[in-house]
């Protein structure tokens, strides 16, 4: 079985830590990350991976098989709507959203589309 490829989209300390699991597991290996600060060029060249600026640059590429979003709370419904628009499987990092409303947007999109 080949492993799933996952983005990682932020290199904050929380996507460090989704980066370190990912490259921890034999079932999974990174296949990029989407950081546009100075950390960015740190983690890609750490795990030896490709860099993306964006998450709209990322979608318009060689899509990964899945991506945990770990962007500051107030991106989570717009990043996991591109996510999901694009065909991508996502993990948005907890909150889901900052409103209850782009949460119940963002959750009612996955189910619409049937994109986990």
Do not use: F, W
Request: proline share 7%.
């Amino acid at each position: 079985m080949q492993p799933v490829r996952i983005a990682v989209v932020g290199g904050g300390l929380i996507g460090k830590r989704h980066l370190e699991e990912v490259d921890r597991s034999e079932d999974t290996l990174i296949h990029s990350i989407v950081e546009p600060g100075p950390d960015g060029e740190v983690l890609a060249e750490q795990y030896g991976v490709r860099l993306y600026a964006t998450l709209d640059e990322l979608l318009g590429g060689d899509k990964p098989d899945g991506i945990i979003l770990a962007t500051p709370n107030r991106l989570h419904a717009e990043g996991g709507l591109a996510c999901i628009a694009a065909g991508v499987p996502v993990i948005v990092e907890k909150p889901i959203a900052d409103t209850v409303a782009n949460a119940i947007t963002l959750v009612e999109a996955g189910e619409a589309a049937g994109v986990p």
